[in-house]
Nanobody, 121 residues
């Protein structure tokens, strides 16, 4: 069974930075795709960024492009989301997802518990 555990959330001021981590454990292949989604109260869960092993492809939502960066440490089975120039509208629970594709949440079968990111003005 695959398990994803996020960490690194917190409270920061606008313009600040955070780095989120997602540790993956369980029976996975080296080609395991990873993604980040976020969800604010009362809003739908939205796509943030993804990594595909095939072609080492990364893709970012327009709302975070140029500010957020994905990276991986394959030896530690960990994916990171570096978030810079944070804005209040980035406030949400951030979820790590794995084993899927695309930008729709229902196309990703494995999820972490989420980590809260709050950006103050």
């Amino acid at each position: 069974q695959v398990q994803l555990v996020e960490s690194g959330g917190g409270l920061v001021q606008a313009g600040g930075s955070l780095r989120l981590s997602c540790v993956v454990s369980g029976r996975i292949f080296s080609t395991y795709n990873m993604a980040w989604f976020r969800q604010a109260p009362g809003k739908e869960r939205e796509f943030v960024a993804r990594f595909y092993w095939n072609g080492a492809s990364t893709y970012y939502a327009d709302s975070v492009k140029g500010r957020f960066t994905l990276s991986r440490d394959n030896a530690k089975n960990t994916v990171y989301l570096q978030m810079n120039s944070l804005k209040p509208e980035d406030t949400a629970v951030y979820y790590c997802a794995g084993g899927g594709s695309g930008t729709r949440n229902y196309d990703w079968p494995n999820w972490g518990q989420g980590t809260q990111v709050t950006v103050s003005s």
